[in-house]
């Protein structure tokens, strides 16, 4: 009895595991190379550079209107992630009203 249940459970985990690596193999073929992975990354990490080389240009008055405008922004969206828990609102309209209150609150261009 002992060998049958070993069988059969070395069968079961034998049959899962080829399950689990067959669409692993598959994804395999569609995965991006490690070049184009390599790019996107330094792609990344230059706009990363560039928005921290834009707030250290900054003048003063200009960090602090920035800082306000985050401030504010945390507020509505967690005001707004309040509502949704409540069940007043889903999420999608949630989306809405935070993509609303981001073009209207949007600062001038200088």
Do not use: C, H
Not at 15 to 34: E, M
Not at 60 to 70: I, R, T
């Amino acid at each position: 009895m002992r060998t049958s249940l070993k069988v059969v459970v070395f069968g079961a985990a034998l049959a899962l595991s080829a399950a689990i690596a067959s669409p692993a193999a598959a994804q395999r073929g569609t995965r991006a190379s490690d070049a184009d992975r390599t790019a996107r990354r330094e792609a990344m990490k230059e706009r990363r550079d560039a928005a921290i080389q834009k707030r250290e240009n900054m003048t003063p008055e200009q960090k602090a209107a920035f800082k306000a405008q985050a401030t504010a922004y945390r507020e509505k969206r967690t005001a707004l992630m309040a509502d949704v828990k409540a069940g007043k609102i889903d999420r999608k309209t949630a989306a809405e009203q935070l993509k609303a209150w981001r073009e209207s609150n949007r600062p001038a261009k200088p």
